[in-house]
């Protein structure tokens, strides 16, 4: 169980496209996000000012990056900043290779946060989502599984904290991802980050991010056929050719947010 009403001061994101926030737009910069991550970082410097303390917050996360990215530059750049907590989510772009090595995979994993708590920081994991219900990722449901089992596992023997996204039945709600069905929409980032918030040890009104939404009209087997076809030539596409070129989505994107910065709790 989480150490109760714990405060930190620095704390530092690190990941691939969840973390950088997509498809949670940003209204106040073009082509930028906000996501679970900000939105945590607002819940934790509200409790640091509360209790009469400073709060600083980077996200070095960007998005299609490996883990090798995650765990390689970005870890270390994260722990050049001297945080006392770290939120690391990656591995989710190894696991859609269709030769992923779940068990290399968690060694990995394993191995960073060790890392990180060697240099002092708290850590923060998620599970992936459950995709049963996902009409092109519910085949990776088996991978997601034992992956939660694993980041379930390093974070019991090391001492880190978990989202558990995988329990989240309200991520399960089509409503709640963007067009791309790939990316959570910003009411899908506000309940991972209230499920951060918990998971850190701190209060929620567990209702408001876990309960699902109310049911959804059916929608005629015709209008769904139309729209996987739409969503196949917008996104699936693309994404397919990006694959084959070897390119990613990041190739020219840079972390938003390099270096702790104050945060406004509001």
């Known amino acids: 169980m989480p150490e109760r009403g714990k405060v930190w001061h620095r704390y530092v ?12 737009a940003d209204p106040a910069r073009e082509n930028s996000y906000v996501g679970w991550a900000d939105r945590l970082a607002s819940h934790l410097a509200g409790i640091a000012h509360r209790e009469g303390g400073d709060f600083a917050y980077a996200n070095l996360a960007v998005r299609g ?13 994260a722990i050049e900043l001297g945080p006392d ?25 394993e191995a960073a946060v060790v890392r990180l708590r060697a240099a002092g920081a708290d850590v923060l994991l998620a599970t992936p ?5 996902a009409p092109l990722l519910r085949h990776l449901r088996g991978r997601h599984a034992i992956h939660s089992a694993n980041i379930f596992s390093i974070a019991q023997q090391h001492g880190a904290y978990v989202i558990n996204q995988w329990g989240m039945k309200a991520l399960q709600d089509f409503r709640l991802w963007a067009e791309d069905r790939i990316h959570m929409t910003t009411e899908g980032h506000r309940r991972v980050a209230l499920n951060a918030l918990s998971a850190l040890g701190h209060d929620t009104d567990r209702a408001d991010w876990s ?4 049911p959804a009209p059916p929608v005629a087997r015709r209008e ?7 969503w196949a030539k917008t996104h699936l596409a693309p994404w397919v050719q990006r694959r084959l070129r070897g390119e990613s989505s990041g190739d020219t994107v840079t972390a938003k947010r390099p270096e702790l910065t104050p945060v406004d709790p509001t």
């Open 224 to 230: 769904s056929a139309a729209a996987n076809a739409e």
């Open 211 to 214: 309960t699902p939404l109310p």
């Open 85 to 109: 907590l770290v939120s690391m989510v990656g591995g989710g772009n190894d696991i859609l290779r269709p030769k992923a090595d779940l068990d290399a995979i968690a060694g990995r994993l």
């Open 129 to 133: 989502t459950d995709p049963v219900g």
């Open 65 to 77: 990056r490996l883990l090798a990215d995650v765990i390689g530059p970005q870890l270390d750049a």
């Open 13 to 24: 994101a690190i990941g691939d496209s969840f973390t950088e926030g997509m498809s949670d």
